[in-house]
């Protein structure tokens, strides 16, 4: 259902906007910002009827990169940064630096707000001050002006029991708009727009073992210690020299807070000596002490445990947002711009199904601005094997924000024990040991480290009717390790944005398509982990273990622990480390994972949509980035 708007003369809705001084205003042409609307999703929900106009939303719209005259373009200097031997190689950028380089000035910000101001759509004021960035703003205002002002319709939509709101056209903007004195492409400036679908299927990637009555009864945690992980995929002897993560700072991004004395209490129960500080930061207004029991917060838990756990001299900063489409672009804006880490981890995500084109682009865009000042960024790849929209969308799918370009995507391995005794040690990855995976009523042998997918459980679910893999597909959820090639970071992406998706990835078989994941660590629950958390709904204060943890939520903290202790081993941080990654693997840097599927694609030799360059072996991984590093 369409309204028709007419674009009406602005002169005559003109009224003074918050935060700005008055000035003449006047539109004439206008053009379509592109890739805006949701068209998959879309696609499979119900059409409900015409939007309420007095429905209040809230905006993130985003800017695009200044093309400076004195420096390559953001995309340029950025693949400069992460080759040797070129002049920018690791000269990374202060985000005032970044600002003054690459962002919209001032005079082009305001003329948007003042254009925006004449429907009534204002900035939005937390803590007393605009949520504003260097890439973008939120705004917020009622529905029937922002279609007055983008020249969309907005409608009532149905999809998987969710109600939402969305927009089934492209918004328009003016290329050109006087204020102040002065003309302004509006539509150039904008590089996308946020919530005006408020479809949100954001999720943290944790998984737990199925059919265990027994998890959340353990007197204390069951699963992989920090130290067995470390010793796992050789980290010990990075941290035996005193190599720790001294002097780097990680930032946990997520949409849940939790309980800092957890962390705590989890490092000193597995005997881990911490060094460093722990802080949080709340994004757009967002409480760092909110309660209530949820998983949420155990996935906030997990990432600091973890991370914190490998590296134990690093900092940690835990950046809080609100679960809204904006708050997360926000999140990941929040964490550029103060320019507090050198890496940088999250576990949450959703399948690209659900997201226009523009949304992963303003995501990116923050991604972009991390590397050029020098973090390394990294996202979980997802639990939903190739089909990341599952059950909505059962084709193949995979996770964004993993699947951007300016990401490190961390998937999935299983990684079985040496027997069956509580705790034992993990078998060594690469080798072809064969060790056991406990599984409700006994174990299952396993030769070698493999991709994660369920299909050794297979046998234990033939006594319901399940015999194929095809079949489990069909009727279980498909768990394991998300990995497959983007449907929207490709060779024919939207302008601006089809030269970022490979230009550091080689060896996918796909070379149409940014190919996730980049790299992986044991995520499966059933060689898994135990979170501590006194605020789930599965604890109390006084006892807060929960077993048969997993997920690629395990792989991402670990990883970024893994990036701190070879940011202090090489004496710096490495930025969009992705190229040196793949350049390097073939040195020894990497176990090769070759076994395993994540019900459709197989782990194999080298790059793989499974496990990526495979788990690593970080004592080796860091004497190849040295010689990378050296040109």
């Known amino acids: 259902m369409k309204r028709v708007w007419a674009i009406a003369s602005t002169t005559a809705l003109l009224v003074t906007p918050i935060i700005l001084s008055s000035g003449s205003a006047m539109a004439s042409q206008y053009g379509q910002l592109k890739g805006n609307v949701a068209h998959a999703l879309l696609a499979n929900s119900t059409i409900k009827g015409a939007a309420s106009t007095s429905a209040e939303v809230t905006l993130f719209v985003g800017f695009n990169f200044r093309v400076p005259n004195h420096m390559p373009t953001l995309a340029g200097y950025i693949r400069d940064t992460e080759t040797p031997g070129n002049a920018y190689f690791h000269k990374f950028l202060t985000a005032a630096a970044f600002q003054s380089t690459y962002a919209p000035s001032s005079n082009q910000v305001n003329a948007l707000l003042n254009y925006l101001a ?25 529905v029937g002006n922002v279609e007055k002002a983008f020249s969309v319709s907005m409608n009532n939509y149905t999809s998987g029991g969710k109600s939402f709101i969305a927009n089934d056209q492209n918004p328009s903007l003016p290329t050109s708009y006087t204020y102040a004195g002065s003309t302004y492409d509006l539509q150039s400036l904008v590089s996308g727009v946020a919530g005006m679908t408020t479809y949100n299927a954001l999720s943290s990637q944790v998984q737990q073992q199925q059919n265990v009555s027994n998890l959340n009864s353990q007197g204390g945690p069951v699963g992989y210690s920090p130290q067995q992980m470390a010793q796992a995929y050789q980290a010990s002897p990075l941290l035996k020299k005193g190599i720790t993560g001294k002097g780097v700072t990680i930032g946990v991004a997520t949409l849940a807070p939790f309980v800092p004395k957890d962390a705590a209490f989890f490092w000193k129960y597995y005997g881990i000596h911490r060094t460093g500080t722990v802080a949080e930061v709340g994004v757009d207004g967002q409480s760092t002490t909110a309660s209530g029991k949820g998983l949420g917060g155990s996935e906030t838990s997990l ?21 809204t489409n904006p708050g997360f672009i926000d999140l990941y804006d929040a964490v550029a711009t103060q320019d507090k880490v050198q890496v940088m981890t999250t576990s949450w995500g ?34 939903s094997g190739a089909y990341d929209g599952y059950p909505t969308d059962k084709n193949l799918a995979v996770d964004t924000p993993a699947s951007s370009p300016d990401i490190l995507a961390a998937g999935g391995t299983t990684l079985p024990m040496v027997s069956s005794a509580p705790n034992a040690n993990p078998i060594t990855p690469g080798s072809s040991q064969t060790g056991v995976i406990p599984v409700p009523g006994g174990t299952i042998s396993m030769t070698g480290e493999q991709g994660w997918g369920w ?53 996918t078989g796909n070379s149409g398509a940014r190919g996730v994941p980049d790299v992986a660590l044991n995520a499966d629950p059933f060689t898994g982990y135990a979170i501590y958390d006194t605020n789930s709904v599965y604890t109390t204060a006084s006892q807060g273990w929960t077993n ?19 940011d202090q081993y090489l004496n710096g941080p490495q930025g969009l480390i992705n190229a040196a990654l793949y350049g390097t693997a073939k040195n020894g840097g990497f176990h090769s994972v070759t076994q395993g599927n994540n019900w459709y694609y ?27 590093n050296q040109g």
Do not use: C
């Open 455 to 507: 299909q050794y459980l297979l046998p234990y679910y033939a006594n319901f009717g399940v015999h194929t893999e095809s079949q489990w597909r069909r009727d279980i959820y498909p768990v394991g390790s998300t990995g497959g090639y983007s449907a929207l970071w490709t060779s024919t992406s939207p302008a601006n944005a089809s030269s970022l998706y490979s230009w550091w990835q080689t060896g």
């Open 548 to 566: 048969g943890w997993g997920g690629t939520s395990f792989a991402a903290p670990q990883w970024a622990g893994i990036v701190a202790l070879l």
């Open 118 to 142: 004449q429907y009534h759509i204002v900035p939005v004021i937390a803590n007393g001050q605009p949520v504003q960035y260097p890439l973008g703003v939120n705004v917020s205002g009622s």
């Open 602 to 628: 197989h782990a194999a030799p080298g790059w793989n949509p499974v496990t990526g360059l495979g788990t690593p072996d970080v004592n080796q991984l860091a004497k190849s980035l040295a010689i990378w």
């Open 303 to 323: 990432d600091v445990e973890r991370s914190g756990a490998m590296a134990p001299g690093a900092n940690i900063v835990v950046y809080e947002a609100p679960n």
């Open 350 to 383: 959703e399948a690209e199904f659900f997201v226009p084109f523009s949304y992963a682009y303003l995501l990116n865009q923050a991604f972009m601005q991390g590397a050029a000042e020098g973090m390394t960024m990294m996202a979980a790849s997802g639990d």
